[in-house]
Antibody, heavy 128, light 108 residues
Framework: QITLKESGPTLVKPTQTLTLTCTFSGFSFRSSGVGVAWIRQPPGKALDWLALIYWNDDKLYSPSLKSRLTITKDTSRNQVVLRMTDMDPVDTATYYC????????????????????WGQGALVTVSS | DIQMTQSPSSLSASVGDRVTVTCRASQSIRSHLNWYQKKPGKAPKLLIYAASTLQIGVPSRFSGSGSGTDFTLTISSLQPEDFATYYCQQTYSYTPYTFGQGTSVDVK
């Protein structure tokens, strides 16, 4: 059974750095193809993909946020950490982590098949 | 970026209705299209991946079709637990892995 859970601060001040941890069970980064993504949803808005890390330490970031994001993994602790610098009130959102498996397409190369298991989400408010 | 546009943005339906949601990509994404269901305060739930493959455990009243730029999610007979917001997502190109803006299905 795959489960994921996000943890971190519920309130951060503008300009501060947000650090969120995703702790998971039921799969391992020791397995080829495994990946964990971060997605957020601002209140009343759509889902927004942020970053993805694979078992082989390949990392992908949303281009619009790439300069502010860092994603890392701890294989032995079954954790993925997302850091987002220079937080702003517009970054107020529920942040989710999700499991994926990397697939291959002969035309486009490697891609995440889908985000099939999600954590419950962590609401982060950015306010002074 | 590949833009994903869903229509309608919202719809009202009754239990038992056939419901169709459309998702259009700004360029061909072949079949790299997923559908998710989102309820308030809950995590998104994967319904369909690769445009038409039903995720394990998802009721068969949900189906997906399409390829290239035009995709459809169909609920054959709407159930009370299906009132939610539905999102499409492309995983063809990571510039980024964009979601549609969502389609809210509420009670008529």
């Amino acid at each position: 059974q795959i489960t994921l859970k996000e943890s971190g601060p519920t309130l951060v001040k503008p300009t501060q750095t947000l650090t969120l941890t995703c702790t998971f069970s039921g799969f391992s980064f020791r397995s080829s193809g495994v990946g964990v993504a971060w997605i957020r949803q601002p209140p009343g808005k759509a889902l927004d993909w942020l970053a993805l890390i694979y078992w082989n330490d390949d990392k992908l970031y949303s281009p619009s946020l790439k300069s502010r994001l860092t994603i890392t993994k701890d294989t032995s602790r079954n954790q993925v950490v997302l850091r987002m610098t220079d937080m702003d009130p517009v970054d107020t959102a529920t942040y989710y982590c999700a499991h994926t498996l990397r697939d291959y397409d002969y035309l486009t190369g490697y891609y995440p098949r889908s985000f099939d298991y999600w954590g419950q989400g962590a609401l982060v408010t950015v306010s002074s | 970026d590949i833009q994903m546009t869903q229509s309608p943005s919202s719809l009202s339906a009754s239990v038992g209705d056939r419901v169709t949601v459309t998702c259009r990509a700004s360029q061909s994404i072949r079949s790299h299209l997923n559908w998710y269901q989102k309820k308030p305060g809950k995590a998104p739930k994967l319904l369909i991946y690769a445009a038409s493959t039903l995720q394990i455990g998802v009721p068969s009243r949900f189906s997906g079709s399409g390829s290239g730029t035009d995709f459809t999610l169909t609920i054959s007979s709407l159930q009370p637990e299906d009132f939610a917001t539905y999102y499409c997502q492309q995983t063809y190109s990571y510039t980024p892995y964009t979601f549609g803006q969502g389609t809210s299905v509420d009670v008529k």
